[in-house]
């Protein structure tokens, strides 16, 4: 997992504000996957995007939350007017897009924590 | 029922103990099985893939039983740095999107 970079690992937020979490891929790797980690609970997939491409956001909360990779720079997901509910873990993952789903590798992932 | 269902544990045993783990899955296209590891606080990692007619790793075992629709773990020798939360993996058929278990905590004392 050497390499996926996501930052902040810290973030902070009250109510009503905008968080942005960012993504850097591991070097060649053009797709990246967001999941979010709420305490005690598992993974769950948010959304599954290539560079400049949606491919599925199915588990993208409907209002509030959205997600970019552009062509150049990281993957970045936002998440507008931030309520407590919002406070999990947000993880990252990467790979090449031509290998095995396994063969991805996750990042340290941003806490976020809404005052 | 949930897609992906564990028992949340936690599991305490002694080093040296085998500890084995069972996650079960509801649909019956799923066809990609894996388990991953997470440490405290951080990300997750995959441990193994789990393959149709089992596969070892060490002091690891998984297996796939496709008529109870369940994947299993098991560690033998245990050590105390296999404390972790072990999570189970599922992806069906023609998709890309995982379903992750909530995961088995496990403790290893000594």
């Known amino acids: 997992n050497a390499g996926v970079m996501q930052n902040p690992r810290h973030l902070v937020r009250r109510r009503g504000q905008e968080a942005r979490l960012r993504c850097s891929p591991m070097?060649?790797?053009?797709?990246v996957y967001w999941y979010r980690q709420l305490p005690e609970e598992g993974l769950k997939f948010m959304v599954y995007?290539?560079?400049?491409?949606?491919?599925?956001e199915s588990g993208m909360p409907k209002e509030r939350f959205s997600a970019e990779f552009p062509k150049e720079g990281p993957s970045i997901l936002r998440i507008q007017q931030v309520v407590r509910g919002d406070s999990a873990a947000y993880f990252c993952a990467s790979y090449a897009g031509e290998t095995p789903w396994n063969e991805q590798f996750f990042g340290p992932g941003t806490r976020l924590t809404v005052l | 029922r949930k897609e992906v269902e564990q028992d949340p544990g936690p599991f305490n045993v002694p080093e040296g103990a085998t500890v084995a783990f069972n996650c079960t899955y509801s649909n019956s296209a799923s066809q990609s099985f894996f388990w991953y590891r997470q440490d405290c606080r951080k990300e997750p990692k995959l441990l193994m893939s789990?393959?149709?007619s089992g596969n070892e790793d060490g002091r690891f075992t998984a297996q796939l039983n496709r008529a109870s629709q369940y994947i299993s773990l098991l560690i033998r020798d245990s050590k105390l740095s296999d404390s972790a939360t072990y999570l189970c993996?599922?992806?069906?058929?023609?998709?890309?999107?995982?379903?992750f278990g909530r995961g088995t905590s496990l403790i290893v004392h000594p």
């Open positions: 995007l290539q560079k400049e491409n949606i491919i599925d």
């Open positions: 789990v393959y149709s």
């Open positions: 993996v599922v992806i069906t058929g023609g998709s890309y999107i995982p379903t």
């Open positions: 070097k060649g790797h053009s797709h």
